[in-house]
């Protein structure tokens, strides 16, 4: 039998107890907490251990720590994470509990062998209450009137669609959270569970063990569920099971790699899903991404310059009186002394001089109605499908964010560097992108 992660653990002592954990693992976790990181990397280099910090989807290296406190650290963490600290040749997999006074964050470990060395990846998990509000995600009202509508009907397919990291779990949570959850029989089943929600019944993927999505979503539908939360569709026996749950009277919602609201259905029928049994089966799709929101101490106004003009009129926007930019940033530095380079006083430090602070969502919201029913089920292709999505008036993603950017939200070099140079719309995906990408998530 292969070993697994389980075969290597071990009991400490108290690993729920923050007071507990050794001092330099107690401060890489509580500066990663105080800037907001969702991610620590320890990447070990020749010269030591790197420490990098992914705070609003951006990669800030910390510092460089020599190597014999490189390899105190790891072990420290090791042990904290219920692992052996003994050098393992396969990766491990553990957690540890980190309480705050605000939230408790649960910490994902994984550690893996790189060439003699080892490096490490903290994912760090928690989610704010307030966060779970469709404004704090950054729907807009009309927006939320239409998702609202359609998550509180007995039953159909609801797909969130974006790229890995875009939010999709997060808002997958929020639309289950409009509903009574204490009266209402919901199952997950997640690669792996995010967060653990109560009245949910999450169920995990052990491929390991025989447990795939496909007889998970299986098993599930033997369990009487109203409501059916996919962490993500990947194979076509999970879609199709997906869309037939939901012409048999739950619920479902799933989300999907694609770039936007017809792209999903593309996908869907890419994974084998037949034209009628999507266009009979979808009520909603939301394509999204995440920008960062401009810190409000640091964020300086200016004037749009023509291009910029040109672009809200190109949506169909006015261009705003004022654009907002970020204040000047610090991406400090690293050294072999494990100090980061001072902030300067000229700089915020209320964003830690990123210039940036929290994310929000971009969003396109497109419900189902009897025309776009029709078209999904006559086999329509990407275009046609987005030419009757813009004509009843659905926005796509860029005007959302163009919208934001107006307000003083984010700024536009924010909004370029997540949407790239996509003004247009998104060509229709072809079979052999979606099966890499489906190789790249796995």
Same mark, same amino acid.
């Not at 320890?42 to 990098?52: E, F, I, K, Q």
């Not at 109203?226 to 199709?240: F, K, N, P």
């Not at 089966?281 to 310059?305: D, F, K, W, Y």
């Not at 009897?370 to 999505?389: K, P, W």
């Given at each position: ?162 790229? &890995?990291?875009? %939010? ?17 029989? &919901? ?48 194979? %076509? ?31 869907? #029928? ?16 939301? !394509? ?25 009129? %190109? ?26 380079? +001072? ?5 915020? +430090?209320?964003?830690? !001089?990123? %210039? ?10 497109? !419900? ?11 086999? !329509?292709? #990407? ?60």
């Amino acid at each position: 039998m292969a070993p697994t992660a389980q075969d290597s653990h071990i009991q400490p002592s108290d690993r729920n107890n923050a007071a507990s954990f050794p001092d330099p693992l107690k401060t890489l976790i509580w500066n990663a907490v105080l800037e907001k990181a969702t991610d620590v990397h320890l990447h070990s280099v020749a010269d030591g251990l790197r420490v990098l910090h992914r705070v609003d989807g951006m990669i800030h290296p910390k510092l460089l720590l020599p190597p014999a406190e490189g390899r105190k650290l790891l072990n420290q963490l090791k042990s904290a994470a219920g692992l052996t600290i003994v050098r393992s040749f396969s990766p491990l997999e553990g957690q540890l509990v980190w309480p705050d006074e605000d939230m408790r964050w649960e910490i994902r470990v994984t550690l893996t062998p790189v060439r003699d060395r080892e490096s490490a990846h903290l994912r760090l998990l928690s989610v704010p209450r307030d966060e779970w509000d469709m404004a704090g995600l950054g729907f807009c009202p009309a927006d939320q009137e239409k998702v609202s509508s359609v998550v509180r009907s007995p039953n159909g397919l609801v797909l969130i669609t974006g790229a &890995t990291g875009s %939010g999709k779990t997060t808002t997958m949570y929020c639309l289950a959270s409009l509903l009574d959850l204490r009266t209402t029989t &919901t199952y997950s089943i997640e690669d792996p569970v995010e967060f653990k929600i109560p009245y949910i019944q999450q169920i995990e993927v052990d491929e390991y063990h025989g447990l795939t999505m496909h007889e998970g979503l299986r098993t599930i539908l033997r369990m009487d569920p109203d409501l059916i939360l996919i962490g993500e569709i990947r194979d %076509g026996d999970s879609a199709l099971v997906a869309a037939r749950a939901a012409l048999s009277g739950r619920l479902v919602l799933a989300t999907i790699h694609a770039q936007d609201a017809a792209g999903a259905i593309d996908a869907l #029928h890419y994974l084998g899903v037949p034209y009628h049994i999507i266009g009979s089966s979808l009520q909603l799709v939301i !394509a999204q991404n995440l920008v960062r929101r401009l810190c409000p101490e640091c964020a300086q106004p200016r004037e749009p310059g023509e291009a910029e003009r040109e672009l809200y009129a %190109g949506f169909g926007l006015a261009a705003p009186e004022h654009l907002w930019d970020c204040g000047p940033q610090n991406p400090g530095r690293e050294d072999a002394t494990c100090d980061i380079a +001072p902030v300067p006083a000229t700089i915020c +430090p209320e964003c830690h !001089a990123y %210039g940036y602070q929290g994310r929000t969502g971009i969003f396109e919201v497109a !419900a189902m109605d009897d025309e776009m029913t029709t078209l999904i089920r006559s086999g !329509a292709d #990407h275009q046609q499908l987005l030419s009757c999505l813009r004509r009843r008036g659905t926005r796509p993603m860029m005007q959302d964010g163009l919208e934001k950017a107006a307000a003083g939200v984010t700024s536009l070099d924010e909004l370029t560097r997540v949407c790239g140079g996509r003004h247009r719309e998104s060509p229709r995906p072809v079979p052999e992108a979606l099966a890499l990408e489906e190789m790249m998530t796995r």
